[in-house]
């Protein structure tokens, strides 16, 4: 079942694609502003992943350095921190600080990544298999895409609202 706040931040997502369409159709002549769309769809991702942290850390803890200590603790937190960037990305005037926390999230969990890649690759070598499995492909071919994710959590900062000067 949703927690609240999961359930606020995907209605204002739905409000606001919503808008964003209606207001793209009343006014398909008109010069539009920077889309919302990456955005807000960025930010339906992080609310999915960060419930997930929160609804079934397990997974996530076996991506946790041993380095870190205890994964929990660090596995719950960046489901806190992904919830509060996605919250943040939902309102223009909060964007551009939401995304740069979600490009600084995206560089943070990086070596989390790169420790599932390797943790695979030795547990292929321990059970003595030649070609790496699914699990180990997916660690691997995962990596490459945090570039674009970086590059997405920037964009979602161009729909930003005006600055206060």
């Not at 939902?90 to 599932?116: E, K, Q």
């Not at 695979?120 to 660690?139: F, K, L, M, N, T």
Request: proline residues 10%.
């Amino acid at each position: 079942m949703p927690k609240p706040l999961q359930l606020v931040i995907a209605a204002r997502v739905v409000r606001r694609l919503r808008r964003s369409r209606t207001a793209a159709a009343g006014q398909a002549s008109a010069p539009r502003g920077p889309s919302h769309l990456p955005a807000l769809s960025l930010a339906a991702t992080l609310a999915a992943t960060g419930a997930l942290h929160l609804a079934k850390p397990g997974p996530y803890d076996r991506l946790i350095p041993k380095a870190l200590g205890k994964p929990r603790p660090w596995t719950i937190g960046s489901g806190v921190a992904e919830l509060v960037c996605a919250a943040s990305l939902v309102h223009p005037a909060t964007r551009r600080i939401g995304s740069l926390a979600t490009a600084g999230l995206v560089v943070t969990v990086f070596p989390g990544n790169i420790t599932a890649a390797l943790k695979a690759r030795r547990s292929r070598i321990r059970s003595g298999a030649e070609r790496p499995g699914a699990r180990e492909i997916v660690a691997w071919a995962r990596l490459p895409f945090q570039l674009p994710l970086l590059a997405w959590a920037l964009a979602a900062g161009r729909s930003a609202g005006p600055r206060e000067s």
